[in-house]
C-alpha cells in the first residue's frame, strides 16, 4: 500500500512537507491554495513556520457525507495559522494539549494520516504542530 495527498496540488511530501500557494501574476497577492487559472496564478511554496492566528476545538464528528473520517472520532484542534509574507491557512493543530494552544505560538507544518481510502492506502492531510527548535 501507499500514501497520497487528501487533494492533488495542495502540498509536497519531499524533501520536507511545504504547502503549495498561488501568486497572482498581476498584484503578487499570494492566496492558498494554488487556484487552477495557470494564466493568472503561479505556483509558489509557502513558509513551513507560522504563528497561530486563531483556533477552536472541534468537539463532535461532522455528518458524512460530506466529512470522510475515522469512525473512532476524538475531538480535535483546528486553527489559523499566519504565514510570514504569504497568507493565512486553515489547518488542522496536531500534537498539542488544547490547553496549551495560544495565539501568537510558532507552528510548524506536518504531515499526519488522515483515512484509508478503499484501496488500503493512507490518504495524507497537511497539519501544524507547535515549533520543535533542535
Same mark, same amino acid.
Given at each position: 500500500?501507499? /500514501?497520497?495527498?487528501?487533494?492533488?496540488?495542495?502540498?509536497?511530501?519531499?524533501?520536507?512537507?511545504?504547502?503549495?500557494?498561488? =501568486?497572482?501574476?498581476?498584484?503578487?497577492?499570494?492566496?492558498?491554495?494554488?487556484? /487552477?487559472?495557470?494564466?493568472?496564478?503561479?505556483?509558489?511554496?509557502?513558509?513551513? =513556520?507560522?504563528?497561530?492566528?486563531?483556533?477552536?476545538?472541534?468537539?463532535? =464528528?461532522?455528518?458524512?457525507?460530506?466529512?470522510?473520517?475515522?469512525?473512532?472520532?476524538?475531538?480535535? /484542534?483546528?486553527?489559523?495559522?499566519?504565514?510570514?509574507?504569504?497568507?493565512?491557512?486553515?489547518? =488542522?493543530?496536531?500534537?498539542?494539549?488544547?490547553?496549551?494552544?495560544?495565539?501568537?505560538?510558532?507552528?510548524?507544518?506536518?504531515?499526519?494520516?488522515?483515512?484509508?481510502?478503499?484501496q488500503g492506502n493512507t490518504i495524507m492531510l497537511y /497539519?501544524?504542530?507547535?515549533?520543535?527548535?533542535?
Amino acid at each position: 500500500m501507499s /500514501a497520497t495527498a487528501i487533494a492533488d496540488g495542495l502540498f509536497r511530501a519531499l524533501p520536507e512537507p511545504t504547502l503549495i500557494g498561488g =501568486r497572482n501574476r498581476e498584484t503578487g497577492r499570494i492566496v492558498f491554495p494554488c487556484p /487552477a487559472d495557470r494564466d493568472r496564478w503561479e505556483a509558489v511554496d509557502l513558509p513551513r =513556520r507560522g504563528t497561530l492566528w486563531s483556533w477552536t476545538v472541534q468537539r463532535y =464528528r461532522p455528518k458524512t457525507p460530506p466529512y470522510v473520517g475515522p469512525e473512532d472520532f476524538a475531538p480535535f /484542534a483546528l486553527g489559523y495559522v499566519e504565514l510570514p509574507g504569504a497568507t493565512i491557512v486553515e489547518s =488542522r493543530l496536531v500534537d498539542v494539549n488544547f490547553d496549551a494552544l495560544k495565539i501568537g505560538m510558532e507552528m510548524q507544518i506536518t504531515l499526519v494520516p488522515f483515512a484509508t481510502d478503499d484501496q488500503g492506502n493512507t490518504i495524507m492531510l497537511y /497539519a501544524f504542530t507547535p515549533l520543535q527548535e533542535g
